[in-house]
């Protein structure tokens, strides 16, 4: 099966978001132009706390999203209280609702996002009117470009899982083929190591693992000297196809398999092996 990607577990585990808005609000501070600076040092300190808690249970806990939604909530009206604390709408840390509203498009589900920029909406509403004389046209301009972004990334992300449920579909009918395929079939990934699918037929042969394929001589081979592995043969592959040819297994030279290879470019994306093999035969008699 498909493994799935690695880079969205390190950005939500090592939370971005908290060291960005962290940072910004360190120089503000450093910088002596907040209004409020005693008040709203507390208040990002209370944020960053509540993102690092609801964070590290959510990567505890199987349901996630719940506690995602929650801490993109709890940001969202800590950073209305901050611009309250720094001004009103005219304030430097408006760019937080920007910042979290576009982290949260990319982790969030669609719904939980629409959810998120209700509040963001909300939020900018409330401190418009929490703060004097901040109803001006500056302050609806600000509104009509934090709504016109709300809606970009809302509809980018109906596009995307669009098409994300097109790639989904036809991931599933290769799978179900080639499942029930009686050639093994492995992909592996830019490393050469880590296989990002794989069907029973290709496990049954060894050629899901670097130790199974370690196991796999050509036939003909013997281990008194030095001989390329299909481990090896991999590992090496270069971007010619190689052509099938007869491999056995260490320690059982009766069963002899057809296997071949083929290192494949992909357009915008990193290139990926093809290991594909067969069983030709079990023998009776191992060969002289």
Same mark, same amino acid.
């Given at each position: 099966?498909?493994? @799935? ?8 585990? =090592? ?14 501070? %450093? ?29 505890? %806990? ?61 939020? =900018? ?92 001589? @050509? ?22 196809? =190689?052509? @099938?040819? %007869? ?13 071949? %290879? ?13 290991? =594909? ?9 191992? @060969?002289?």
């Amino acid at each position: 099966m498909r493994q @799935p990607s690695l880079a969205l577990r390190r950005f939500e585990k =090592y939370d971005l978001v908290s060291i960005a808005l962290g940072l910004h609000a360190m120089a503000i501070l %450093l910088a002596e132009g907040a209004s409020e600076p005693a008040l709203i040092a507390v208040l990002v300190l209370a944020m960053l706390i509540s993102r690092l808690i609801l964070g590290y249970l959510a990567n505890k %806990l199987s349901r996630r999203h719940p506690l995602l939604l929650i801490r993109g909530i709890v940001t969202l009206l800590l950073t209305g209280a901050v611009m309250v604390a720094d001004g009103g709408t005219e304030s430097r840390f408006f760019l937080w609702l920007v910042l979290v509203l576009a982290w949260q498009a990319v982790i969030s589900p669609l719904a939980d996002f629409r959810i998120l920029a209700a509040v963001a909406a909300a939020v =900018y509403i409330v401190v418009a009117f929490a703060s004097p004389g901040n109803i001006d046209g500056t302050a609806i301009a600000r509104f009509g470009l934090l709504a016109a972004f709300m809606i970009v990334l809302s509809t980018g992300r109906v596009l995307l899982e669009g098409y994300e449920a097109r790639i989904r579909r036809l991931e599933h009918t290769v799978e179900a083929v080639l499942s029930i395929s009686e050639m093994g079939i492995v992909v592996y990934d830019s490393d050469r190591q880590t296989p990002l699918f794989t069907n029973d037929a290709g496990i049954s042969m060894g050629l899901a693992s670097h130790d199974g394929m370690a196991r796999l001589i @050509p036939d003909g081979s013997t281990v008194h000297h030095k001989i390329d592995t299909l481990a090896s043969l991999v590992e090496g592959a270069g971007w010619l196809p =190689y052509e @099938p040819r %007869l491999f056995r297994v260490i320690g059982d030279p009766n069963r002899i398999l057809r296997i071949g %290879l083929h290192a494949l470019r992909l357009e915008d994306a990193e290139p990926v092996v093809l290991v =594909y093999g067969e069983v030709v035969e079990q023998r009776t008699t191992s @060969p002289r």
